[in-house]
C-alpha cells in the first residue's frame, strides 16, 4: 500500500469512529485549529536568570517558524503567549455584557450545589490554604481568561471551525486512532471554581481495534484522558453500557473547563493532592485503615476519606453544545498527524503563557507529542500501555496466544519432570550413604555434610514440585479458557476497573441551602472563633478549642447525614479510653488474676489428659 493509500484509508477509519463531544452550558472554548491559535500568538524564550525576550510579536509567528531549530541555554523555557489581559474598562464592559444583554444570560453557567459542601472539613481548610497559595504562586492573571474568550468568539464569527488532529498508531496488534483537541483557553478556575487557567490545552480520546476473521478492523475498547491518570480505569470496551455511542461514534463528555473526558454525563468530584502533602495522606491512610480494622467498622461502599486532598468538581453535563456526526456541530475535515508535522516533533515548548507556577498547574502545556519537561508524553510513544491495553492480547489473537502458553508450560512441566527426578535420584544416594555411615564414627565430618546437602535438595524437591503441581493447574485453566475462546467468551467489560469515576449522584446533589451555606462560612467562623478565644478567654484555651471542635465536629454530622457514625466513632474512643484508664489502674491486679487463671487452666487439662 502507498503512502497516499495509508493516508486515505486511516482518514475514513478516524471518520467512522470519530467521537462526538459534548459540553457543558456555559463552555466558551471548543476544539480548533491551531493554525489561526499559533498566527494570533506571540513567541518568547525565558532563560535562566534573565528577563523574557520576545522573539516573535502576535501575527509575525506561523507553525512554520515554530518548528525552526534553536539552540538555547538548559532550563531555559520557549512559550506562546495567545493573549493579553483586558484593561478595566474592557474588563468592565465585558461583565457587563456577559450579565445584561440576553445572549450573555443565556450563556452564563450555573454551578448548582457548593462543591464544598460534598466534602469534610479537612478538605475545605485545604481548599482555603490552596486558594491563599494562589497570591504567591506564579498564576495566570484573572482578566486573562476573559479576553481569550472575547478573542476566541472573534475569531470564530469570522470562520467557525472545529477541529481535531487524527493520528493513527498500530502496536502488537492493536490499531490505535488517536483524536487530539486543542483548546485555546483552559478557563476551569476562574469560569467553574476549578483548580486552574492555562493558556492552551492539549486533550486526548482512543479507539483501540482489531482485525477480524475477515480482515476488516473493529472497535474493542475507547481510552478518555482525563486529567494525569492513566491505566485502566481510563478505558471502556465497546460493549460496555458505560460507553454511550451514536452509530460507530462514542460519545465524550467534556468538562467545563477543565476539558477532561468521561464517559457519563454528570459533576465529578476531582480531588488535588499536593506533592508536599502525599506523605501525609499516605500517614493518615494507614492510621485509618489500621483503625478501622481493629474496631471492624470497615466499610467497602464508602467513599475514601481524603484529609489532605483539596476537593474541585468537574462539570461535565452535556447539556450544552454537542460537536461531532449528526450534532449541531460538525467536524471539519481531520487534521491527520502521520507522519508527525515539524512543529510536532521539532517544538518542545509550551503552547502558551509560562506563568512561573512552582507547581506548573497554571503554566500552559507543551503539544501533542510533549509533556512540560520536554520529554515525549507516554500516550504518545506507548498508546497501549497508557490505557494499560499492553497486557491485553487482540481477540484475533487471543485464542492461539493461549494455545501457545498451553503448550510454553507443557514444555516447562516437562523439563521440571525430568529435573526433579534427577535430583529424586541424587537424595536417595545420599539417604543411602547417610545410613551406611551411621556406625562409623571416623566418618562424622562427612555424614554431617550429607545431611546438610539432604535438606537442601528435600528443599529444592519440594518446591519444584509445587511448581509442577502450579503449572499443571494452569495448564489445564489455559486450556478450558482456549476452549471458551473458540466459542466466543469474553470475560466481562468491566473486570479491569478498579476505581471507576462515577458522577455525583441525585441524592448527593440534593444538599440544603443552609449546608452550602455552613460549608463556606465554617472555615472562617472556625479562624474567627479561635481568635476570639485567644483574646477574651485565653485562661480557657484548651476546653475552648475542643468545645468549637466537637460544636463543629456534630454540626458537619448532621448536615452529612453521619450523626449516627459520629456517635459510634466517639462510644469506640471513649471504650478504648476507659480500657486504658483501667488497665492503668490496676495493671498488676489483673496481671496476676490472669496468670492465675492461665495456671489453673494448664493444670486442669494436664491432670485431665492423665486420667484419660
Not at 478567654?537 to 475542643?546: C, E
Request: charged share 25%; proline share 5%; aromatic share 12%.
Amino acid at each position: 500500500m502507498n503512502h497516499t493509500d495509508q493516508t486515505q484509508q486511516y482518514i475514513t477509519l478516524l471518520r467512522r469512529f470519530e467521537p462526538i463531544l459534548r459540553f457543558t452550558h456555559g463552555e466558551r472554548f471548543f476544539p480548533m485549529d491551531v493554525d489561526r491559535y499559533v498566527a494570533n500568538s506571540s513567541f518568547w524564550v525565558q532563560r535562566p536568570n534573565q528577563p523574557s525576550e520576545r522573539v516573535y510579536a502576535q501575527g509575525e509567528l506561523s507553525l512554520e517558524k515554530l518548528a525552526q531549530s534553536r539552540r538555547e541555554p538548559f532550563e531555559s523555557i520557549q512559550y506562546l503567549k495567545f493573549i493579553e489581559p483586558l484593561t478595566i474598562a474592557e474588563l468592565a464592559s465585558y461583565q457587563l455584557q456577559q450579565t445584561l444583554t440576553k445572549a450573555g444570560r443565556e450563556q452564563a453557567f450555573h454551578a448548582g450545589a457548593g462543591r464544598l459542601a460534598r466534602v469534610g472539613y479537612g478538605s475545605r481548610l485545604l481548599d482555603a490554604l490552596f486558594s491563599f497559595s494562589l497570591f504567591v504562586r506564579g498564576r495566570v492573571p484573572g482578566d486573562t481568561a476573559a479576553a481569550a474568550a472575547v478573542r476566541y468568539k472573534q475569531m470564530q464569527a469570522e470562520q467557525e471551525r472545529f477541529q481535531y488532529y487524527g493520528r493513527v498508531v498500530e502496536q502488537e496488534g492493536w490499531l490505535v486512532l488517536q483524536y487530539w483537541y486543542f483548546y485555546a483557553f483552559n478557563n476551569w478556575r476562574s469560569g467553574f471554581s476549578g483548580v486552574n487557567d492555562h493558556e492552551a490545552d492539549w486533550e486526548m480520546a482512543c479507539v483501540y481495534l482489531y482485525k477480524d476473521a475477515e480482515g476488516e478492523w473493529q472497535p474493542e475498547w475507547t481510552g478518555y484522558a482525563s486529567h494525569d491518570f492513566y491505566g485502566d480505569d481510563l478505558r471502556r470496551r465497546w460493549d460496555d453500557p458505560e460507553l454511550q455511542k451514536i452509530a460507530q461514534h462514542p460519545v465524550v463528555y467534556v468538562g467545563a473547563g477543565s476539558h477532561a473526558s468521561y464517559y457519563q454525563p454528570g459533576e465529578y468530584l476531582t480531588e488535588l493532592e499536593l506533592p508536599l502533602l502525599s506523605p501525609l495522606s499516605a500517614f493518615w491512610g494507614r492510621i485509618r485503615s489500621a483503625w478501622e480494622r481493629m474496631l471492624r467498622t470497615e466499610d467497602s461502599t464508602r467513599p475514601t476519606e481524603t484529609l489532605f486532598r483539596i476537593p474541585f468538581v468537574d462539570y461535565a453535563r452535556g447539556d450544552g453544545v454537542s460537536i461531532g456526526p449528526g450534532q449541531q456541530k460538525r467536524w471539519d475535515d481531520p487534521a491527520l498527524l502521520n507522519p508527525a508535522p515539524s512543529w510536532v516533533r521539532a517544538y518542545r515548548g509550551l503552547w502558551g503563557l509560562y506563568a512561573r507556577d512552582p507547581i506548573a498547574g497554571e503554566n500552559a502545556p507543551a503539544g501533542p507529542m510533549y509533556d512540560r519537561s520536554g520529554r515525549v508524553r507516554r500516550a504518545w510513544y506507548d498508546p497501549l500501555g497508557w490505557a494499560g491495553l499492553d497486557k491485553q492480547v487482540p481477540p484475533n489473537r487471543a485464542q492461539d496466544r493461549a494455545r501457545r502458553r498451553q503448550h510454553a508450560i507443557e514444555q516447562r512441566q516437562d523439563a521440571l519432570k525430568i529435573t526433579i527426578s534427577e535430583k529424586t535420584r541424587e537424595l536417595r544416594d545420599l539417604g543411602m550413604e547417610a545410613e551406611a555411615m551411621l556406625d562409623q564414627p571416623h566418618m562424622r565430618e562427612l555424614y554431617q555434610q550429607r545431611q546438610a546437602r539432604i535438606t537442601t535438595l528435600s528443599q529444592e524437591l519440594s518446591v519444584l514440585r509445587a511448581q509442577l503441581s502450579t503449572d499443571g493447574t494452569l495448564r489445564e485453566a489455559l486450556g478450558l479458557h482456549a476452549a471458551r475462546l473458540d466459542a466466543g467468551y469474553k470475560v466481562g467489560p468491566r473486570a479491569h476497573i478498579r476505581r471507576a469515576h462515577h458522577p455525583a449522584s441525585a441524592t448527593g446533589l440534593r444538599l440544603g441551602r443552609i449546608a452550602e451555606i455552613w460549608a463556606a462560612a465554617s472555615i472562617g467562623l472556625v479562624l474567627l472563633a479561635f481568635v476570639g478565644i485567644v483574646l477574651f478567654a485565653r485562661q480557657y484555651l484548651v476546653v475552648g478549642i475542643v468545645s468549637m471542635l466537637g460544636i463543629v465536629a456534630v454540626v458537619e454530622a448532621v448536615f452529612r447525614s453521619r450523626l449516627g457514625w459520629l456517635l459510634g466513632r466517639l462510644t469506640n474512643a471513649l471504650a478504648l479510653v476507659a480500657a486504658a484508664v483501667l488497665l492503668y489502674q490496676f495493671f498488676w491486679p489483673m496481671l496476676i488474676g490472669i496468670i492465675i487463671l492461665a495456671g489453673a487452666y494448664i493444670l486442669w487439662e494436664n491432670l485431665r489428659e492423665l486420667g484419660s
